[in-house]
């Protein structure tokens, strides 16, 4: 495990943390939105436990940066958590062995957000691939109230694994591929995904919702509210 109070971790190299019999953690990050963590084209983060397994957590934010490979597995399984400004040009993939609890690639926690007029914020942006049982899950834990972002996402690469948002919403621009389900709660949620490519469904929560489809054959479940929903080729 690498914990550090200071603000910048770079690998290009070969990095690899194994646990046999209790959890791993990657790295651990409390330096604040000051610090940063990259993987270089040529590095190499991997991390394997036989119980939970984190790859990168931000304890009090900071800046993610991968384009090479991460790798995470364990009974319980996240690639990078708290980071509040996230970038990914390389892969990153997370596998449970446990049969109860999900991947998640991106945990977006009370750590990732800015904060703006009426609420908080998260930015992320993906042009590599990103392979979980959810490629991006907002944590509504950890604050009372609950965590309730709105999520900016732009995703020009490709993500293997569910979409979960909250109540608070956000906008989605796909011009890559989206191979899951996408889970919109009830905030106001845009789907731009005209030039993009969806496998999955979209579950609208009672909001006020708009949702433009590209040319697969995907279904849209409104759950009340006002909907403008168009439809694609397919």
Not at 202 to 218: F, K, Q
Request: with cysteine.
């Amino acid at each position: 495990e690498f914990d550090t109070w200071g603000p910048n971790v770079s690998n290009s190299g070969h990095i690899q943390v194994t646990a046999l019999q209790n959890q791993a953690f990657g790295l651990e990050s409390y330096a604040g939105s000051q610090s940063f963590f990259t993987n270089t084209s040529t590095g190499y983060f991997g991390v394997w436990g036989a119980m939970n397994s984190l790859g990168v957590e931000f304890v009090n934010g900071g800046t993610f940066s991968n384009a090479g490979t991460i790798e995470v597995t364990g009974a319980g399984a996240t690639g990078v958590t708290g980071a509040s400004s996230f970038s990914n040009t390389g892969t990153i993939k997370v596998v449970t062995t446990s049969s109860t609890k999900p991947s998640i690639g991106v945990d977006l926690t009370f750590r990732s957000a800015t904060s703006i007029i009426g609420g908080e914020l998260v930015t992320l942006t993906n042009a590599g691939k990103i392979i979980a049982d959810y490629a991006v899950h907002v944590d509504e834990g950890g604050t009372s109230p609950p965590f309730e972002p709105v999520v900016d996402l732009t995703n020009t690469g490709t993500l293997i694994g569910a979409v979960g948002l909250c109540n608070g919403g956000g906008d989605i621009e796909n011009t890559g591929t989206i191979a899951g389900n996408i889970y919109c709660g009830d905030g106001n949620t845009v789907y731009h995904g005209t030039n993009g490519h969806l496998y999955g469904d979209i579950y609208l929560g009672h909001a006020t919702n708009t949702v433009t489809l590209g040319s697969e054959g995907d279904a849209v479940y409104g759950g009340g509210g006002s909907d403008t929903i168009t439809g694609g080729a397919g």
